[in-house]
């Protein structure tokens, strides 16, 4: 049967139901299978990826002991049947990563004998061992897979699933990355939105400017090379996830000031920072000066180079008009311009920098100031990231433009802990603390009805912004929060019946996964206590 004429069972069969993100067919049984040891074999053509994730999925599911927290009194489940091996397969082996990347699959688990995992590509084999992973519990000195027979077939909602990570506010080692890219996996997110360089550093290797990560980096000790980049491009593939680097221009750039001056404009200023940016330090490229887009397009040749993905974010948010209308060079350019004004100005090196990236054949990816917030017109084919407010999606599918909301009042996930400057004992501009429950109701499409514009919407993506977070907090900040996001990005708030699903309804299969990840290494925060966990819907308001 399907999943939408079986939701009010979960209590009852919570280990078969417990996949996360909910697949989109799930029709069950009543049997259990036993296994010793999960055998996973390949049929037909394969690819690297496909072996590479056969192998670690055999790993994970043979050394895993997990038992959901609800069934720690279950006992030994009764089987009727042996689970001889799934077999995996796939009908093409491109391992193209991109926006319009099939991940679909479909995955039979018989009472007895091999079940089948049958993908249309690499990445939905990937995704359909996740689930299988998912399935098998714990059972006495065996494992189990409860109410067999099994079949489901799932494909996501949206194709954006993403996690912006920020690496220049604090550094993060290449092994906390890679734990967050795992983690990623187990929840099927797909884009890793590296927010590489910011105002306060410039950690990544610049063969073009190597002056920059020399006099921008935190330390020799905090800096990524090319080879770290690619290590990580590649680590990500291999889970399925893109790697979209961000750099942020003309904005967000005071680091840039610490070895190209002369390419500034209002630069640290103190002790009135608030009024030049919207936090310390304040600096933005000067507009009014064309070695600033010649700077900045040759850092795109570059790095378009370094980072294959279609996407490149080329930034364009909070961008502070007085840091350029007090600029002494940008007065004087004005002055001898006559017809034109900072706007104006602004406008132009949009255009110059974008029509440029698109010479080297990417694809732009943009915060929505570029084109609210601003008199430059992006072309159609420009992602639009919108933050602001919900309005934001509206107002850009109108306009024709793809989107991916990462809407700050429910998918920043830093927020709650208050400001973060040392003078200041107040809230921060984005508190109170998005709980996972926040999360998981938000949704992008709302109130659009539009067919044609719900098709623009390429999916969400929640924000990990680091002035209040490092590598030593980074697992509780993101984990299980970003995995809520996962699931509407996957799955979409309602079933096939139309019914949308609820927080309470999903709290069960969150706190597996939560378990899950845990016992995978993954130090997600606690939702509940575990008495909760153990008693679904007992710590529920009537």
């Known amino acids: 049967m399907k999943l939408s004429a079986i939701i009010g069972l979960v209590a009852a069969i919570p280990s078969a139901m417990a996949v996360w993100p909910i697949p989109a067919t799930f029709e069950q049984g009543t049997s259990n299978t036993q296994t010793y040891w999960v055998n996973i074999e390949t049929q037909g053509r394969t690819s690297a990826i496909v072996n590479g994730a056969v192998n670690r999925y055999r790993d994970i599911i043979n050394k895993e002991n997990y038992l959901a927290p609800v069934d720690y009194n279950r006992g030994i489940l009764k089987t009727s049947g042996t689970l001889q091996s799934l077999v995996v397969s796939v009908e093409s082996t491109d391992e193209s990563l991109g926006i319009d990347t099939d991940e679909s699959y479909t995955l039979d688990v018989p009472v007895n004998g091999k079940a089948t995992l049958k993908a249309k590509g690499p990445y939905g084999a990937l995704r359909g061992l996740e689930t299988f992973s998912q399935l098998v519990t714990s059972n006495g000195n065996s494992k189990a897979i409860a109410n067999t027979p099994i079949h489901i077939q799932d494909a996501p909602l949206y194709t954006h699933r993403g996690l912006l990570f920020d690496t220049a506010r604090n550094y993060y080692s290449l092994a906390s ?27 990544v290797e610049s063969r073009t400017f190597p002056e920059l990560q020399k006099k921008g980096a935190y330390g020799t000790d905090q800096m990524y090379s090319y080879n770290d980049v690619q290590q990580i491009i590649q680590y990500a593939k291999e889970r399925g996830i893109r790697v979209i680097p961000e750099f942020d221009v003309p904005g967000h750039t005071y680091i840039v000031g610490q070895s190209h ?51 490149f974010h080329l930034g364009g948010d909070e961008v502070n008009r007085n840091c350029w209308s007090e600029d002494p060079d940008v007065i004087a350019y004005l002055a001898a311009h006559p017809g034109e004004d900072v706007e104006s100005l602004l406008a132009s090196w949009y255009a110059k920098v974008h029509d440029h990236l698109e010479t080297t054949g990417k694809t732009a990816y943009t915060w929505e100031e570029t084109l609210f917030h601003s008199e430059y017109v992006p072309k159609n084919n420009t992602i639009l990231q919108v933050w602001i407010d919900q309005a934001s999606v509206q107002q850009a599918v109108s306009k024709g433009y793809r989107i991916v909301s990462s809407s700050y009042d429910s998918l920043y996930l830093d927020c709650g802990h208050g400001a973060w400057l040392s003078n200041w004992d107040g809230n921060s501009w984005c508190d109170p603390f998005k709980t996972w429950m926040h999360v998981y109701n938000y949704d992008v499409a709302a109130n659009i009805t539009d067919p044609a514009q719900k098709k623009l919407i390429l999916g969400t993506e929640v924000a990990a912004w680091s002035e209040q977070i490092d590598e030593t907090v980074i697992d509780p900040k993101l984990w299980p929060r970003a995995a809520a996001m996962a699931e509407t990005a996957w799955s979409g708030k309602a079933d096939a019946s139309g019914h949308v699903r609820t927080t309470a309804e999903v709290a069960t299969r969150l706190h597996e996964q939560r378990f899950r990840m845990v016992g995978r290494g993954i130090n997600a925060e606690p939702m509940q206590p575990l008495w909760c966990a153990r008693n679904p819907g007992a710590c529920n308001l009537p």
């Not at 009014?288 to 980072?307: H, I, Q, R, S």
């Open 261 to 311: 001056p002369e390419l500034m404009s209002c630069v640290n200023k103190q002790p009135n920072w608030d009024k030049y940016a919207a936090e310390p330090p304040s600096g933005q490229l000067n507009i009014a000066k064309p070695e600033t887009v010649t700077f900045t397009n040759k850092l795109v040749d570059e790095y378009t180079k370094l980072f294959t993905d279609e996407v």
């Open 177 to 203: 990355i890679k734990r967050t890219l795992d983690a990623m996996s187990y929840n099927k997110m797909n884009v890793f939105h590296w927010h590489i360089v910011d105002a306060q550093s410039w950690p």
